[in-house]
């Protein structure tokens, strides 16, 4: 028995490293990651199969059932602060178990709702909170656990919600042809479940390195030190007056008043007072250490909007905020632009298997790239980003199967080398740096979510008015120019800030040498002052 209770604290308490493992436990870590994206993001994007159920067992229109894809993902995106303040005030694995509570209690009992007003709370809040609780603490974690495979291990694990497109949709579809849309929502529910269970195995980590021992604690210059400052304290002379010999008029005085006898009992006085402070200090240095130890790593604030201030990370919120825009809208409009050129619908379903497909093709590859030494990383999201902006104009251009499947395989590619590192990239230190991410990802995903729900609604507008579906595409291309804009900026406001500060240390050091030498002077007047007056004839 109690050999079980010693395994289950083991199990439940934090992994403790010298330094970033780059694996160990990191590998668990990796895998429910995995998983935590196929029930997540996963089930978002397959969510569309259920659409035309919706539509006529509610007797609703497209855009009033895609609404509750829409309310789903901003309060996914938006609660984003929330989750990393429960995360830092509780930890991450009973805000990811709580999380994974409320996905399978939102999608069990959207199957038994009756109303589309009830999916928008169902699906819409429960879940919506419920995968935001889930996924943005899993990411941070896995950043934690990797520093030099941080980059590839985040893009294979990533690739969840890509399998899930691939194998879960197809998959649903035909299990909710035999037994119906409700019980189809039941199953998924149950499965969903799964991710308490993956919660529990994400163990926090602990980095805290071994002190180095310095050469002033061993240095042989430390006990005459102390022992100048004992009779500094006590007689209330320099360090010159010691060193060079050279006394001031007042200890000359009291000298000869007192003769060289009574020198020798001060002098056993001072050491006997000097060996008692260094027993005090004994004492108090394991006392410090204890609680040190149990005081543990300093805990970060709940939530800091401190990196408001950093002007580089202003500009990536920003990249995030315009980018957004065409994350979502190419994969709601790709299949009816492909009707509305000729292609019939069987033959443009296959845009999204190819843009699935591809977009695993663009993680694994970024990763791949970003894991290479050395390389500037933002650099690299940056050209692929632009890339994005004329894969998604020549949508607009093409009018046949093999061009519209050529362009779903060139976006879903560079979507994958995009929506794989922009998370990630915060604990990069051109953005904002680990240390500072758990804070920077909750209000970073909280300004991207008014562009994922705002980005359909404005493509749905602009095809209502156009009667062109292009109008769309064409939206998502000015969102993300603007965002590469933005991206390219991060770079020189960062390396600007450092250069501000840098300089301002620089006069701050050039103001205190300035004072000390002003100091220094002083010594070297009371000495000659000294030397003066004791060359009088008196």
Partial sequence: MKGLMCNLKSCTRPNVYAEVPDGGWGWV?????????VFTYGIIKIFGIFLQDLMSCFGESNSRVSWAISICVFVMAFTAPLSMVMSNRF???????????????????????????????????????????????????????FSKRRSL??????????????ALA???????????????????GVLQSSVI???????????????????????PLKDPESKYDMENEFTHTSYSSVDSGVQSISSSQTNLSQGQGSTEPDSAEIKELGEEEERKNKEETPLKEEQKEESGVSRPKLLDFSVLRDASFNCYALFGLFATLGFFAPQLY??????????????????????????ILGRLSMGWVLNRRPIRKIYIMLICTVL??????????????????????????????VASSHIPMLAEDDVIGIQRMPSAV??????????????????????????????????????????????????????????????????????????????DDAPADFVEVDMEIDNTPA
């Fill in 388 to 417: 994005l902006c004329p894969v998604l104009v020549i949508f607009t251009f093409v009018t046949e199967f093999w061009g519209l499947l050529s362009c779903s395989c060139l976006y879903g590619f560079f979507l994958g080398t």
């Fill in 153 to 166: 291990v985040t893009s294979i694990a990533s690739t969840g919600e890509c399998f899930s497109l691939l």
């Fill in 29 to 37: 870590v990796a895998v429910a990651f995995f998983f935590v994206e």
């Fill in 334 to 359: 790709v299949i009816e632009l492909s009707v509305s050129r000729g292609v019939s619908r069987e033959s443009a379903t296959f845009m999204l298997s190819a843009m699935a497909v591809a977009e």
């Fill in 91 to 145: 930890g991450y694995r009973p805000v990811i178990m709580l999380g994974g509570l409320l996905i399978s209690l939102g999608t069990i009992t959207t199957a038994f709702t009756q109303s589309i007003s009830e999916i928008y709370i169902t699906m819409g809040i429960v879940a919506g909170l419920g995968y935001c609780l889930t996924f943005l603490p899993t990411v941070t974690i896995l950043s934690q656990y």
């Fill in 197 to 219: 269970i993956f919660g529990a195995l994400l163990k926090p980590i602990i980095i805290k390195p071994v002190p180095s021992t310095t050469e002033s604690a061993t240095s």
């Fill in 170 to 188: 197809p998959a649903m579809n035909a299990l909710k042809e035999q037994i119906g849309w409700r019980y189809c929502l039941v199953v998924i």
């Fill in 442 to 519: 909750g209000v970073y995903v909280c300004i991207q979510s008014f562009a994922g729900l705002a980005g359909p609604p404005l493509g749905g507008v602009l095809v209502d008015v156009t009667k062109n579906y292009g109008s769309a595409f064409y939206s998502c291309a000015a969102g993300m120019g603007v965002g590469a804009l933005f991206l390219g900026l991060v770079r020189p406001a960062k390396t600007g800030f450092c250069f501000w500060r840098k300089r301002n240390h620089q006069g701050q050091k050039t103001d205190r040498k300035s004072n000390s030498q002003g100091s």
